[in-house]
């Protein structure tokens, strides 16, 4: 009788252990009630965007969580190996209030924009074929995350390319989320000629990895 009670004590732990091993292990569930899971949860790309001005307020707040300087530190909104910057922004503007359009550089360190070229160069996107998909000039402003290779290269290396495509990436989701926390709309963008964007920017030393144009809603 001990026998078999120790038989099946073994058996029984033994196919606990196998079936544990099966099904996985469940995890409880996320905390969805904090502000970042709601953002998250909510967070999607957009494509259609009204008629309506964007603020400078609402520029300057998205830019900065792109690519901002935080008040404590000499350090920025994202992460950066090296702590080495490789990532430029700029933007393209038609309907911003108190601002006339053009393509702006987004001067990090002075929080400033530097005018490139004036005037409205959204349709030029479309007509110089940098972009096939019409509906991104319809956006008030379009930001471009670019990046500048030698700053990471030095250092990491053939590491750099996925080093700085990481960093941009998490420019990227600053800006969904940011425009989201605004009440605004983005998508990120990357189907483009890089030459020809580089060329209707105005770029120079820098690469470009991404548009996203943002605006209000439709
Ligand atoms: C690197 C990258 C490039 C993308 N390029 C484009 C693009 O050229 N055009 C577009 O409409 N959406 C583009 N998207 C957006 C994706 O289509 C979108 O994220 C995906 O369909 C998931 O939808 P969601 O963002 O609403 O969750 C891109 C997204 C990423 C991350």
Redesign the pocket.
């Known amino acids: 009788m001990k026998k078999l009670f120790a038989f099946l004590l073994v058996f029984f732990l033994f196919s606990a252990v196998i079936f544990t091993a099966e099904e996985g292990f469940k995890l409880p569930a996320p905390q969805k009630d904090i502000a970042l899971s709601k953002l998250l949860e909510g ?3 957009v ?1 259609q965007f009204a008629e309506k001005n964007l603020s400078l307020q609402e520029l300057s707040t998205i830019l900065w969580a792109g690519q901002g300087m935080k008040s404590s530190s000499k350090k920025r909104t994202t992460p950066s190996a090296g702590a080495l910057y490789p990532i430029e922004l700029f933007v393209m503007t038609g309907n911003i209030s108190d601002l006339k359009a053009g393509i702006y550089h987004y001067d990090t360190p002075s929080h400033t924009l530097k005018l490139q070229v004036a005037g409205d160069k959204r349709k030029e996107l479309l007509e110089k074929g940098a972009i096939r ?1 019409g509906w991104v000039a319809t956006a008030p402003a379009i930001v471009l995350i670019t990046y500048i290779k030698s700053r990471t290269e030095g250092k990491y290396k053939e590491r750099s390319i996925s080093y700085i495509a990481v960093e941009g990436g998490a420019v ?1 989701q600053n800006v969904y989320l940011m425009a989201q926390s605004l009440g605004l709309g983005t ?5 483009f000629d890089d030459a020809k964007v580089k060329a209707v920017f105005n770029l120079k030393e820098e690469e470009p990895i ?1 548009l996203m144009p943002v605006g209000h809603i439709k």
């Open positions: 967070r999607e790309s494509r998909q990227m998508c990120a963008v990357g189907a991404l």
